[in-house]
């Protein structure tokens, strides 16, 4: 016997990568998904730029339409995957304004107008859903806002952007250089024709923003996120790593700081050694994990796709499912926590451990200066390791491991350092994380 299912309309917005996948697996698998949400899902629409665009799969010519506005008006879920502030901004604020429940995998328009969107469905009871905004296919939003909702998260380090980690790890696994690799994760469709959001850590950095938001109940702004990098890491500090006993991932770090009651958090994006025996560091290729450190649960590792049209696709229709099942149920939507609201610090207060590269003069007395220098700035070394090239001019080059400093101090101090006549070059400074 089939069951008699209310009827759902869905509209999507968007047949790219991952809207074309999402509408071929509703038209697909429509009656395994009506069971799982208790509503018959029907896709009322596709509304693209194009109707004549090419797609990566087959769907029908009918459902296409450009006209977005109208296919909103009267849906119950709206999928929003166009990207972008404009027009998704709009469609996504009507979608709420007409009583629809909305799923979006923007991360960039959740980053910088999260809070607008929320706070416009709360006001009519509506629900935003946004599981494939990070990390693709894991399910860590649902963990954070949902399983860990009992718990404090302490520390989110997340390898949070597939194209660099695809760098990254072909520099370590080959010694190839960043230029060579890039070019061919560009060939191979991980990184944008643009590049820039991806080596730059602003794609991560959005990322962080959506996961620090979430974890620590707190609204994290764009620009309360430090951002760095990862196209000043060469094979040769890659590989003095290795000897170090790390590797260098771009890591997206979401702390909490300070004593219970004076509680502070730090939002930062930047390349970071991992040492060789933690989980981040056997994350290879353009795959995505999130290790999530909680005061009761303790560590957590969530691991998988972190793009790709139909993973990123699976995340989408968890939270239509999801959305089906809330408009059912019928009740006010799960508003977003921001209760918290705790200060977020500046990256001068935040304090690692780093290991500083430079090139010395080999001479009697420079690591005397150069261990006087550090001292003065108050920054304590743990480890120094030094190697000798050339016999006529011999130059020293010394790697140094230290404690634990602020931002504030070790720059100074590294400052200090290329000031120093005994130094002829700082050949790299970075962070170490999870240790
Ligand atoms: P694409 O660029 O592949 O697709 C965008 C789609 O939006 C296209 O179908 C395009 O239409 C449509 N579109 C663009 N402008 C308009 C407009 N003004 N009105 C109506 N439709 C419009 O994007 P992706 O599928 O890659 O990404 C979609 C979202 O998912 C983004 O927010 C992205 O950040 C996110 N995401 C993507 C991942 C991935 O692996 N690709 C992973 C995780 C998240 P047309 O086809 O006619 O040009
Ligand atoms: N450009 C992103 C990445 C896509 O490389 O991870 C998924 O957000």
Not at 231 to 248: D, L, P, Y
Not at 366 to 393: C, M, N, P
């Amino acid at each position: 016997m089939t069951t008699e299912y209310r009827r759902l309309r869905v509209a999507l917005l968007g047949a790219g990568a991952v809207g074309s996948q999402v509408a071929a697996l509703l038209l697909r698998h429509g009656d395994e998904l009506a069971d799982r949400a208790g509503a018959a899902l029907e896709l009322a629409g596709i509304a693209v730029r194009d109707v004549d665009a090419p797609r990566d799969v087959e769907l029908p010519r009918e459902l296409f339409t450009t006209d977005a506005e109208s296919l909103v008006v009267g849906a119950d879920i709206v999928i929003e995957l166009i990207g972008g502030i404009e027009p998704a901004r709009t469609s996504i604020l009507q979608a709420i304004g007409s009583g629809a429940d909305v799923v979006t995998a923007n991360k960039a328009l959740l980053a910088t107008h999260g809070p607008e969107l929320f706070e416009a469905a709360d006001r009519v009871g509506a629900s935003v859903y946004y599981e494939a905004a990070a990390a693709g296919a894991i399910p860590i939003i649902r963990p954070l806002r949902d399983s860990l909702a009992g718990d404090r998260v302490v520390r989110i380090m997340g390898i949070v952007n597939g194209t660099t980690n695809y760098i990254l790890d072909r520099m370590e696994t080959e010694g190839a250089d960043f230029a060579d690799v890039l070019a061919d994760a560009q060939r191979l469709g991980y990184a944008e024709a643009d590049p820039t959001a991806d080596v730059e850590g602003y794609d991560a950095a959005q990322k962080a923003a959506i996961l620090a938001s979430l974890a620590f109940h707190t609204a994290v702004p764009l620009d309360a996120v430090h951002r760095e990098g990862i196209t000043s890491i060469t094979a040769s500090m890659i590989e003095e790593a290795r000897s170090a006993g790390f590797v260098i991932k771009l890591l997206a770090v979401c702390e909490r700081l300070g004593a219970e009651g004076a509680e502070s958090i730090s939002v930062r994006v930047y390349p970071a050694l991992v040492p060789h025996s933690h989980p981040l560091a056997s994350v290879h290729g353009a795959n995505n994990a999130v290790f999530v450190e909680a005061e009761a649960a303790g560590s957590l590792m969530f691991y998988g796709a972190g793009a790709g049209g139909v993973q990123t696709a699976s995340a989408v229709l968890g939270d239509v499912v999801s959305a089906a099942r809330r408009h059912i149920a019928g009740g006010v939507g799960v508003g977003e926590s921001t209760r918290a609201n705790l200060p977020i610090v500046p990256i001068g207060h935040v304090t690692t451990r780093y290991q500083i590269t430079l090139e010395v003069s080999d001479a009697p007395g420079v690591l005397a200066t150069v261990a006087g220098i550090l001292s003065d700035g108050g920054v304590s070394v743990a480890t120094v390791v030094q190697t000798v090239e050339g016999e006529a001019e011999p130059t020293a080059r010394l790697v140094i491991g230290t404690h634990r400093a602020t931002e504030q101090a070790l720059s100074a101090t590294v400052d200090a350092l290329a000031e120093s006549a005994v130094v002829e070059r700082v050949v790299s400074v970075l962070r170490v994380e999870g240790e």
